[in-house]
């Protein structure tokens, strides 16, 4: 395989880890917020924490492995993206920093605090909103070289259907991944109150998900003609996505199943995301930079992929350690103490 | 303001911030293994407890240093674009290892923090605080060598239209700037963290307070403080002669060593006058030439050797004489309390001796604050000593400013916010209490 595949490959895998892992996150947060409004925070705050607390910090590191990744593999990429990312980039870094910060600060700190609980639940919306601008510009048409510097056009992105599009589809999809993995958790941990809550909030993202999904097809018809044909050429990979959405919320209807259920759910945001990374090569930022042009020198890329590899082996069975002893531990899942 | 000077001062800001919190991420694990491993091999309560307090107060420093760290990450791309496109195919392998590294640590940390109570052997919950300590330092190491980098590039060619070939990551990575960096970055953070948790207790027994939980943790904390202070010592040596060989204008420009001559003397304090001659310095003879060449005879490069444009500012000086002051501080006053209690027990808990241990940690925080600032000033105006200069690597995008703007009330709020729940974590609950509620009566 050529290098610049293997590195665009386990970059946009990273990508959809942090995607899963992320999600999960930023719409725990709002949920237990929303929770504290509607009074429902004893039934699911407990699940939540008990998942969210010893994984919080790993769920960053997807994050900054993907851009330290793409910069290494892709040196280019830093030069367009950096400079047209400042604005976006730099809230999202913000957004970011006063989630994790407060999210400590709310649960290990000496007491719990609303305003902490408010910024932790909110700026999980806003993140995945500002972090998608990336996805919208790599579609061209937001940066602009003249002579030898790049400039970036905020006004246009603001008023792009497709830009809102994708947003949009941020939002829902997380708050729909969120909800379907926390009622598989609760529902492992044997706590039928939280799970009805939560399955409520997984299907009634549900419709949104799909809606929104379908606004982006046809903006981006709109936007970026030639991706929109390679995406139809691919029309198998979207259709298998939609077959497992149906497939997951069938079960969580039916309260059967559901880690199948979240299995789907994942399979259905692969196929859909590795549809879309698919049909955008080569380009990582259309027109101007492709995965071709933008490679690192070939040491350097062998190099990374060594240290993937070499890294991999070491992750692997810590994550699979992690997994054991919280996720999967029937015992930590109920809360019990051993 | 143009861009490249906003960048500048955001870029400063946040590591400033930063280094705060990352060196306690990276010192404080070591302490918190050793009291554990201590405790569970004395079977002594005491030690344990000490090494989950310390953990408790240990995650909100991490959550700030996980945040502000991400931030940097992201900044060096985002305001120094050129500086990534240019070496990013050169030093991605380190910042790539760091993040391994980086993800090891955050694993066993959630682990660490939830299986006190779940083994059935104590000695299975120490060996996860292993990793942690492994993963904290080995990131340290790793983003030492990026800077070691900057400041003596290595590992490849410079074609004349400007472009990096015939590259070797490892010798980049192992550059010659990075094994007195690494050593003295280290160092320097486990002297600082060995200060920082006396400090507490120290604080503790200054107000009144007398139980041995204290005095345990000072005793632990001192002996291992000396050892690092000694070490970071050492390690200072080899920075210096490392930069008499290598960036031999840093050492100048610090020094105000403007002659290149022999027997070149160590000068201390002072001013400039507007002839650019030393005043009401002190001078102490042969004694930069040892720093710089381990013998009074050898010679020194002076600062004059540089093209005007291409030297560092001078006000370093004083940032070096801070530093090298405040380490002989922490190397006497640990000193000093260790003999004192190992010669007549009672004088080492003299008040004046624990105010002494008290305010070292506010000057660890603060040397290494200078350090870097001397480090990193002392590269000017590189930013890759010798191939890139910093207003050639800003961005151009417009906006610094807000950015600017908007990182420094999140710095704020977040130094005014996580000292308050550090603050009153620990009020609420004093290691008395903890005692008295777990049955631990010695």
């Known amino acids: ?338 | 303001m143009d861009p490249a000077t906003l960048s500048r001062i955001l870029t400063a800001e946040t590591l400033a911030f930063h280094i705060i919190w990352a060196t306690i991420g990276v010192g404080v694990p070591i302490f918190i293994c050793i009291a554990e491993g201590w405790g569970i091999y004395k079977k002594d309560p005491h030690y344990i407890l000490m090494a989950r307090r310390w953990t408790r107060g240990f995650v909100i420093t991490v959550a700030v240093g996980v945040v502000t760290g991400t931030s940097i990450g992201l900044m060096l791309s985002l305001l120094w674009p050129q500086f990534m496109q240019l070496v990013g195919h050169l030093i991605s392998l380190p910042l790539f290892l760091e993040t391994f590294a980086f993800f090891f640590e955050a694993i066993f940390l959630g682990i660490y923090l939830y299986t006190w109570d779940r083994f059935k052997k104590p000695v299975y919950h120490w060996l996860t605080s292993i990793p942690i300590i492994i993963g904290s330092s080995l990131s340290a190491v790793f983003i030492t060598t990026v800077n070691a980098f900057m400041n003596t590039p290595a590992g490849f060619e410079m074609t004349k239209e400007g472009e990096l070939t015939n590259l070797r990551p490892l010798e980049a990575m192992f550059n010659p700037a990075a094994p007195s960096k690494i050593a003295h970055v280290l160092s320097s953070a486990y002297v600082t963290c060995a200060f920082l948790l006396a400090a507490i207790a120290a604080y503790h027994l200054l107000k009144g307070k007398r139980n041995v939980y204290f005095k345990k943790a000072i005793k632990l904390t001192m002996v291992s403080g000396l050892v690092m202070a000694l070490l970071t010592a050492v390690a200072g040596d080899l920075s210096g002669k490392f930069l008499a060989e290598h960036v031999p204008e840093k050492l100048a420009a610090a020094e105000w060593h403007f002659e290149t001559q022999k027997e070149a003397p160590l000068i201390l304090g002072g001013y400039l006058d507007e002839n650019q001659e030393v005043q009401g310095a002190i001078k102490i003879p042969f004694a930069l030439s040892i720093l710089g060449k381990g013998h009074p005879n050898a010679e020194i490069t002076g600062l004059n050797e540089f093209p005007e444009d291409e030297r560092p500012p001078l006000y370093i000086h004083y940032l070096f004489d801070g530093m090298v002051a405040i380490g002989t501080y922490l190397i006497l006053i640990s000193a000093l309390f260790l003999i004192l209690l190992w010669r007549k027990k009672k004088a080492a808990w003299n008040p004046w001796i624990l105010r002494g241990i008290l305010i070292g940690a506010p000057l660890s925080f603060a040397a290494i604050e200078m350090g870097w600032i001397y480090a990193e000033v002392g590269r000017q105006p590189w930013i890759i000593r010798g191939i890139m200069k910093v207003e050639h690597a800003a961005t151009t995008a417009d906006h610094v400013g807000v950015l600017l703007f908007l990182f420094s009330l999140l710095y704020i709020a977040l130094a005014v916010i996580a000292t308050s729940v550090l603050i009153r974590l620990f009020r609420n609950n004093s290691p008395e209490q903890e005692l008295e509620e777990r049955g631990i009566i010695l």
């Not at chain 1, 990273?14 to 999600?23: E, N, Q, R």
């Not at chain 1, 991999?312 to 029937?330: H, N």
């Open chain 1, 1 to 338: 395989m050529q290098l610049e595949l293997i590195g665009i490959t386990i970059l946009w895998t990273f990508l959809y880890g942090y995607l899963i892992v992320a999600s999960i996150d930023f719409g725990a947060g709002f949920f237990s917020y929303y929770s504290l409004l509607t009074r429902q925070e004893h039934i699911i705050n407990g699940v939540i924490n008990r998942y969210l607390s010893p994984v919080w910090e790993v769920t960053n590191v997807f994050l900054v492995f993907f851009f330290v990744g793409i910069v290494g593999f892709f040196p280019d990429t830093a030069y367009y993206y950096g400079t047209a990312l400042l604005l976006p980039g730099g809230i999202a870094l913000l957004l970011l920093s006063i989630r994790g910060s407060f999210y400590a600060f709310a649960n290990y700190g000496a007491r719990k605090s609303r305003t902490y609980l408010f910024l932790y639940g909110m700026t999980g919306l806003f993140i995945p909103a500002s972090l998608s601008t990336v996805l919208t510009i790599s579609e061209g048409g937001f940066i602009e070289k003249r002579g030898e510097e790049v400039h970036f056009l905020p006004w246009e992105l603001l008023t792009s259907p497709y830009s809102w599009a994708v947003v949009l589809l941020a939002i829902v999809s997380v708050l729909f991944i969120s909800a379907s993995f926390l009622t598989y958790y609760a529902f492992k941990a044997g706590d039928k109150k939280a799970m009805e809550v939560l399955r409520t909030y997984a299907l009634s993202w549900s419709g949104p998900t799909i809606l929104s999904s379908l606004f982006v097809f046809a903006a981006l018809s709109q936007h970026n003609m030639q991706h929109f044909e390679n995406m139809f050429g691919l029309a198998w990979m979207f259709l298998l996505s939609l077959v497992c959405f149906l497939g997951a919320i069938i079960l969580i209807w039916r309260r059967r199943a559901l880690g199948w259920s979240f299995v789907l759910v994942m399979l259905q945001f692969a196929f859909a995301f590795y549809g879309y990374g698919i049909s955008h090569m080569p380009y990582l930022l259309y027109p101007y930079v492709t995965v071709q042009s933008a490679l690192t020198h070939s040491t350097m890329g062998w190099a990374l992929v060594i240290s993937f590899i070499a890294g991999l082996l070491l992750l692997i069975p810590s994550l699979f350690l992690l997994m054991r002893l919280f996720l999967f531990s029937a015992k930590y899942v109920r809360g019990e103490p051993k």
